[in-house]
């Protein structure tokens, strides 16, 4: 199936940025037609004078993406992304390498900060629980949505700031779950479409949530959890410890040293955890017993987020 441009400029919003694209993109929120774009995405040659083989390539100050049967995205100045999709690519496909590595790109070229994690609204306070690939933070996050808790993003949560205040921005609306977690969560896997499309191999499933269950709005980050596997029930991470955590879960870290922003990067994540208390939690989940994996980690959260008397 091959991606066409829209006959009609459409807007959409993603962390915070006002998106004006020549694609349909289903997965996104709309935006505001009072607003300027922040990031402008087309349909056009992103050869950039040349072939590339799959990976990340520098172009001056820009960069081109390039992933194998899916698409070209030439990522310039965080302020544009020009989508060439290869002959027979799955529309789907070319969309979520879009959403994802591309748009990670583009946010690091915008000096904001990614992190690969989930964000929560707990009792009015927001609270992202970061780690990495089987960590359980989808999970989780549908563990809390299914339970009334406002989501804010899955997978990937971006940081931005207003003075020295952390914000987090409100990332696609829904969730991204394994074919097992989706039955654990008592939800149906064929309600929802296959996150990759032509990969047998990969099961994850991406689940819509409706509008009642995210949060629309950005709001202030106040605490940062680091699940883990050992340790106890929760500890504190401070300075460099601290920071360090932050820039192992940053959503692909590695275009940090690709861009040669690793000082301005190392300075933001040091911003962060003077801002905001850091932890690190151990959760062994059970998919048979979700509530006693994470209710005592709940509590925990809200002792911690509590006013101090």
């Given amino acids: 199936m091959s991606v066409e441009p829209t006959s009609a400029l459409k807007r959409y919003s993603l962390f915070g940025l006002q998106i004006e694209s ?95 994690a989930n964000a929560v609204e707990i009792d ?12 359980g933070k989808s999970t989780l996050a549908a563990w809390f949505s299914d339970r009334g808790f406002p989501l804010i993003a899955d997978d990937v949560a971006v940081v931005d700031f207003e003075g020295d205040t952390p914000i987090i921005h409100p990332g696609l609306p829904r969730l991204r779950l394994w074919k097992m977690v989706i039955e654990a969560t008592g939800r149906d896997p064929s309600d929802y479409p296959l996150s990759v499309e032509g990969d047998a191999g990969y099961d994850k499933r991406d689940v819509l949530l409706p509008q009642a269950k995210i949060a629309s709005q950005p709001g202030a980050l106040r605490a940062i959890v680091e699940l883990s596997r050992t340790g106890p029930l929760i ?70 987020l509590a006013p101090q008397s």
């Fill in 235 to 304: 500890e504190p991470l401070r300075g460099a410890a601290a920071a360090e955590a932050i820039m192992s879960h940053t959503y692909r870290g590695e275009y940090v040293k690709a861009l040669q922003t690793a000082r301005e990067h190392w300075l933001m994540c040091m911003k962060l955890v003077v801002a905001v208390p850091v932890y690190r939690a151990c959760i062994d989940f059970n998919l048979g017993q979700l509530d006693q994996s994470y209710e005592p980690l709940l509590r925990k959260v809200r002792e911690l």
């Fill in 124 to 135: 009015g306070r927001i609270v992202a629980f970061m780690g990495g690939s089987g960590a």
């Fill in 22 to 116: 020549d694609l349909e993109l289903p997965e996104l929120l709309p935006g505001s037609a009072d607003l300027a774009p922040d990031v402008r995405i087309e349909v056009g040659d992103a050869s950039v004078n040349g072939q590339f083989e799959p990976g990340l390539h520098r172009v001056g100050g820009d960069a081109l993406l390039v992933v194998a049967e899916t698409a070209r995205y030439f990522v310039a100045g965080g302020c544009r992304i020009v989508v060439e999709p290869q002959e027979g690519a799955s529309t789907r496909n070319v969309r979520l390498f879009l959403l994802g590595s591309a748009f990670g790109l583009l946010l690091h070229q915008r000096r904001m900060l990614p992190l690969h």
